[in-house]
């Protein structure tokens, strides 16, 4: 096992997505983030307390992606994770979602299909946390707080501490 | 056939050999060694069991039972005498179908098969059969009964019983009350209450053995209560015979052993009339049985083929078989725990029953000069039930998988070995008479 | 629940509670236009009916297929169906084509359960209605609608009273409200005419009252249920006019109402025999609720029982 980031990395990782965001975007006007639970949401809500120290308030939301997956049959059933799209809906946004780890890019493409279910964006941007390649599917992040370079056999970690106590991320051998 | 039982146990725990030629005990003693050798290594010799409650379903549902292989059923279980009821197809409530299924038990040679007749025409409940033709037939039918139906005509039932009385006949009543049973699937009660399905109350079984009792007190007949199942209509034969009423009661061996909770997961083998009761009622049974109030065990074998069991709960046919696990049943229920010995065990499900259907040749002490109709058990034994080794053709015990007490080993009738280890010895003459 | 729903026992609380939170989430989802969702993509849930059923089997129809589920709608009444050897029949063919689960609504209590436990088919079991014994996603739904007219209670139903009123002795949806509100906490008293109240309800969980007037002064939930005519002709109860005066929810007794206690009805009601028209559509009637939430809470099953493989493992990451 090893700490590919630290709390103070992660801060300042998403510190620096926020940067980017505003950069990206030309401002937070037309922007609403989406957390894919469960800590891609607790990410999005960080980046927006980053946003809005920044350049002022941004709507955060989630969106539970589990009904879309490709991979249901793989696992027992799991429960259904919360959706909250903020006041304002996502019609004619630009929508960035928030992941901690971009792996296979399944995950995404289910988030975008669930997308799909709620409205039309006017664009739809990716923030991940950690990028760890292996991808399965034609899908980027336009915004990563770290490549990191895993063989497929390795598991990466990431702990947040509101529900994992501290934040570090971990790169773990397979087993 | 000449033979001798080597190291049989008696009753009373004495080793002995017993010979048996032209069909009686011819004697007992030591070291006898004439005709065929049979070891029974210390096995408890018994009378042979006697059943006045068998549903062997021939004529009419062959594809079930048929008296022959009921008769096997019954060689295995250690019973020398049956009595076939009459819910038949046709009915047995002529001379003719009594007298043939008599001839059927005599042609399979495995127990002796006696008839019980209907007491109204075609069960119908509506006007009394011709009990006496078949009391003067050949099958000599001394037992009537309705069975699977109630005789519920209170007038009727007084008939009956007083009618029989001219030939010694006795009426076997299947107490249940059909108004308070209409559509009735399990015991009344908590269970049912769960289940969802429709209630057979303890009343309606109670109500008319209480009506029944007090009709053979006024007419002064006999009366035979089928496969009693409550605590309560235990307490009214006791009360009946306290009042020097002339009736004997029976219970089942399933109704000693197996409780309403078991329908809990619908499956219809334990669907059964009368329906399973509740523990406070099995317990009441089994004091019952041990102190004499209940007079006799009665299989109540009801065979049904796969199909009428194997749907859903309403639907499902009622019954259980019952012959070849019967004295076990009764040894788990009764011995073992220590409420009856083997002497009252051989009283309750032998001797009794053949006094009370006056089978002369059945229920005799195992003695000199007595028929040799016996039964000998392993008593330390322990078996698997298993339905597909069951010679019944149907396999709808409720037992199956559960490991009982005391097996039979063999089984004589009228002084052939009709089961010899367990296994039917195919026939060697014509049965007897 | 495993593999099955059959009865609520196959519930543990938090088990339950985790249908209805997942109601919830769909219900988020499904607010606005609703397309569907592919979770259940290339598996078919077969709707077995040996009882008419219109309003369950069209509740369970477009659960299934807002989760994308193919359907097949097997309506047995009427055809030759009517022993239990063609439930056998029935399952068997239902297996051989590949059911994934079998919605079954039958007239006889425990036809679910032999269905499930007889080896006759693989596909998951959902008892929509089993004779007089349980119908537990009405169940389901009840406990869903109250939850949201309550917005106090989550986890469980502590301190909530509830009354279910009419053909106890007859009704599955009875049975499975009496086992999944108590063993959500609630506080449950049936009434009706001792007719119509088992003879083992002395051992449920519950209070018993024959007096609806004093039965309903406190309750949160007035829960009626349907009362069929038929039980009159066996002399349940005299007549229908008695019967709905002394346990019929008429205006009066609407009025005495606390002003946040609900009525309920499984429908279909029989207006002005157990409730009043007054009562079916006052502002405390959730009936329509009940039936728009048949839906969702049916989603909620059906994915917690096909969504996903009966794996034990933790597959991929």
Known sequence: ?175 | MKYTIKNARMLDDAIVDIEIANGVIANIGKEISAGEIVDAQKSLVIPGLVDLHTHLREPGREDSETVATGSAAAAKGGFTAISAMANTFPVADTAGVVEQVFRLGQEAGLCDVFPIGAVTAGLEGKKLAELGAMANSKAQVRIFSDDGKCVSDPLLMRRALEYVKTFNGIIAQHAQEPALTVGSQMNEGLVSSKLGLTGWPAVAEEAIIARDILLAEHVGSRLHICHLTTAGGVDLVRFAKSRGINVTAEVTPHHLLLTDELVSNYDPVFKVNPPLRTEKDVMALRKGLADGTIDIVGTDHAPHPTEDKDCEWQSAAFGMVGLETALSVVVKAMIETELMSWETLVERMSIAPAKIAGYAKHGQIVAKGSPANLAIIDTSATWIVDRNTLASKSKNTPFAGMTMPAQVRHTFLNGDLVLKNGQIVSKMNGGSN | MEKHLLSINDLSASEAIQILNTASELSKISDGPMKKLPTLRGRTVVNLFFEDSTRTRISFESAAKRLSADVINFSAKGSSVSKGESLKDTAQTLQAMGADAVVIRHGASGAAQRLADSGWISASVINAGDGTHEHPTQALLDAYTIRSKFPDLKDNFNGLKVAIVGDILHSRVARSNVLLLSKLGAKITLVAPPTLIPVGVTDWDVDVSYDLDSAILNADVVMMLRIQSERMAASFFPSEREYSRGYGLDLARLNSLKDSTIVMHPGPMNRGLEISAESADSHKSVVLAQVSNGVLVRMAVLYQLLGGAALTGEVGA
């Open chain 1, 1 to 175: 096992m090893a700490t590919v980031l630290d709390a103070g990395e992660i801060g300042r990782a998403l510190k620096r997505i926020a940067h980017e965001i505003i950069e990206h975007n030309h401002g937070l006007e037309n922007v609403v983030l989406l957390g894919i639970p469960t800590r891609g949401a607790f990410l999005g809500e960080r980046i927006a307390d980053f946003l809005s120290e920044i350049a002022g308030p941004v709507p955060v939301g989630t969106l539970d992606i589990t009904l879309h997956r490709d991979d249901l049959r793989l696992r027992p059933p799991r429960p259904l994770l919360p959706t909250n799209i903020p006041m304002g809906g996502i019609e004619g946004k630009d929508v960035v979602l928030v992941d901690d780890v971009l792996f296979s890019g399944r995950t995404i493409r289910a988030a975008l299909d669930a997308l799909g279910e709620i409205g039309r964006p006017r664009t739809v941007q990716l923030a991940v946390l950690v990028d760890r390649g292996h991808r399965e599917l034609p899908i980027r992040a336009d915004y990563v707080g770290k490549n990191i370079p895993t063989s497929s056999t390795e598991s990466v970690r990431v702990h947040l501490s509101e529900i994992d106590g501290s934040d570090s991320v971990e790169i773990m051998a397979g087993a």
